[in-house]
């Protein structure tokens, strides 16, 4: 319905009215904006700090000022033109790649069918996929290296990447959200003459796309930054990832930071571009659960 | 040719039995409408023709093959969905062709076919659109889209109509009707609505607890409805029921007036005498019970009148101009031909 002239008028007073400039804000108002400001500070001040440290000199590196008295690429270059850094960008590359796309593929699948299909023992399968996930990391590290060694995976990619290429908490997450695909489109598929892995792939998969591009982000931001496993995994100075090699910059008598800040400067590009390629899938799943019904 | 049977069809989840031996025909072209309500089996007999369920025992013939053992897409049926089921990653075109995927025809032959359905719904400017810039009657239209364009044998509605609005319910009912007399396909189509079933079938099936209560044409479900259950589900408002007894010629109802019946039973048994609300009428010569006016609720052509008897409350219709005032006693009489008999324990017509 179209608002009348004075209608009109009368709603943009009262909006002006709402906010007189020079009115000052109440208490509660005042309290929000510090404790948002507080939270922005924490979290933007070790990425100013990464950027700062890695625009400095060796020798101003514990002056704890943002702005460097004299900044300088020099440290981009020394990183840049050293060898080892491409390929252990390359190595954490490959890595957190494919692990993404078989996190995202595999979790899905077993999601789908412990959601979707009536099997006997399927009770058991899921509370023994949840069960590892009280399992810490520190726990399993040495099993999974006696299991590289015993295999001869020590040193290789297969040997970092094969206890992240499925996750327990992916399958969790991916069975609940094909719990919010309903029946009625999975049926419809199978009498459209579709079999059981079509199904999944045609109508599912695309149906909860938002859960696949935030299993996607947590995956690859989980592979990218790994420390301790490809640490423990890989002995020869090649096949180190990105978080390993950089903390090699450090040996016993001396900490390069503001090496170790480049290397992660420069670290953070690749995780910025997956998550803002995949922020959008997010964003739009929300809308579009907002218009349904 | 039939081009469904089902022939005692027994259906068990775990250790419950939900089908006792359903046995039905459905003629070609026929519009069979499932009706009775909720947890009555008229979904799990749907979905056991479309093969989403498999039977514990019986035979479902389509066309004269069985296909018990079937897959669904190899049955030759197609089915709509309570919640239309339209993927809403897909546009229109893509969410009709989805039904031909499988075909062996060529693309251009299915690029016709799909056009043409898409011509017959009404909707070939809205092809390229996504699911979410649709009405709801609009979706409906392309699930039903989506089932027509295979030209299935039997067609299957599982309640299609339930998530519209009223108005646009009244308008899909007539719309699917039109549609089958255009197509001439067979459709089975379930629905708890009574107004549904009645308006739109040929025959209607009628299901309580598992079992078929009746099979017939609106008409003969109305008018000569098998048992209790069937009187009081089809009608709106439900047929009153009174209890009588059989005294010589006659059923003595209360204390004072009687009904004529050529019904040969033994003198002294009791039976339940059923009136319809439309055949009840204050005033006229056959009265049958009388007793005070509770409450009036007027529909404008008519009005319904509630009336507290000695046998419980009964609903009369009145006439919408001037009807009984609230408190008035009324005397209430119908039509010997319009009475019903039915058995007090079993519930049965008596004929």
């Known amino acids: 319905m179209a608002a009348t002239d004075s209608e009109l008028r009368a709603s943009s007073k009262t909006l002006l009215v709402a906010r007189t400039p020079g009115k000052p804000a109440n208490l509660e108002q005042i309290v929000r904006w510090l404790l948002l400001f507080a939270g922005g500070i924490m979290m933007v001040a070790p990425i100013a700090f990464m950027i700062s440290t890695s625009l400095k000199w060796p020798h101003e590196i514990y002056n704890l000022a943002l702005i460097p008295d004299e900044p300088h690429l020099e440290n981009y270059t020394y990183v840049l033109e050293d060898g080892r850094f491409y390929a252990w960008f390359i190595n954490s590359m490959i890595i957190a790649t494919i692990t993404t796309v078989s996190n995202v593929l595999f979790d899905s699948l077993v999601g789908y069918t412990l959601c979707k299909f009536r099997f006997p023992g399927r009770y058991i399968v899921f509370i023994a996929i949840l069960s590892t996930l009280m399992i810490p990391t520190e726990m399993l590290v040495i099993p999974w290296y006696l299991m590289s060694q015993a295999f001869g995976w020590l040193d290789s990619y297969w040997g970092i990447m094969f206890p992240g290429l499925m996750t327990a908490f992916g399958t969790f997450l991916m069975k609940q959200f094909f719990e919010t695909v309903p029946d009625d489109f999975i049926e419809a598929a199978r009498i459209d003459g579709l079999n059981e892995l079509q199904i999944w792939w045609t109508v599912a998969m695309p149906l909860v796309r938002p859960a696949l591009a935030a299993l996607a982000i947590f995956v690859f931001l989980g592979n990218w930054t790994a420390f301790i496993w490809p640490l423990i995994v890989t002995n020869s100075t090649e096949m180190y990832t990105l978080p390993v090699g950089l903390s090699s910059f450090s040996d016993e008598a001396d900490v390069q930071w503001e090496l170790i800040m480049t290397g992660a400067a420069i670290s953070t590009i690749p995780t910025l571009i997956v998550f803002l390629i995949f922020q959008r899938f997010i964003i739009r799943g929300v809308v579009m659960a907002g218009l349904k019904g | ?351």
């Open chain 2, 1 to 351: 040719m039939a081009s469904l049977v089902l022939r005692d069809i027994v259906k068990k989840f775990d250790n419950t039995e939900v089908l006792h031996g359903l046995s039905l025909s459905v003629e070609d072209g026929e519009f069979v409408v499932f009706v009775g309500p909720s947890g009555c089996g008229k979904s799990t007999t749907l979905r056991l023709i479309a093969g989403l369920e498999e039977t514990t025992s019986g035979e479902i013939e389509i066309e004269g093959r069985l296909v018990n053992h079937l897959e669904p897409k190899d049955r030759n049926i197609a089915m709509v969905f309570q919640n239309y089921a339209i993927y809403p990653h897909m546009t229109v075109r893509k969410n009709i062709g989805f039904g031909l995927r499988t075909s062996k025809l060529s693309k251009a032959d299915k690029k016709a076919r799909l056009e043409e359905v898409a011509a017959t719904l009404d909707m070939t400017e809205l092809l390229g659109r996504k699911p979410s810039q649709l009405s709801g009657g609009q979706r409906q239209r392309v699930a039903i889209g989506r089932a027509m364009v295979r030209d299935p044998a039997v067609f299957l509605f599982d309640e299609p109509l339930s998530n519209l609005d009223a108005q646009l319910r009244t308008q899909m009912r007539l719309e699917i009707k039109k549609l089958h007399q255009r197509v001439g396909n067979t459709i089975i189509f379930v629905t708890h609505d009574q107004v549904e079933a009645m308006t739109m079938a040929d025959r209607i099936v009628i299901m309580k607890d598992g079992y078929i209560q009746q099979v017939g044409t609106p008409a003969e479900v109305y008018h000569k409805p098998a048992n209790t259950f069937v009187a009081q589900f089809i009608g709106a408002p439900s047929m009153n029921m009174l209890s009588g007894e059989v005294a010589g010629g006659t059923v003595r109802l209360g204390s004072e007036s009687e009904i004529e019946t050529d019904l040969a039973l033994e003198d002294g048994r009791p039976v339940l005498i059923g009136v319809r609300p439309e055949d009840l009428y204050p005033g006229g010569a056959d009265i049958l019970v009388w007793g005070q006016v509770t409450v009036r609720e007027p529909l404008g052509p008519e009005t319904l009148i509630y009336v507290g008897t000695e046998q419980g409350e009964v609903i009369a219709k009145a006439d919408g101009r001037n009807p009984p005032e609230v408190g008035e006693q009324v005397k209430l009489s119908a039509q010997p031909e319009s009475i019903h008999f039915f058995d007090t324990i079993t519930g049965e017509a008596l004929t």
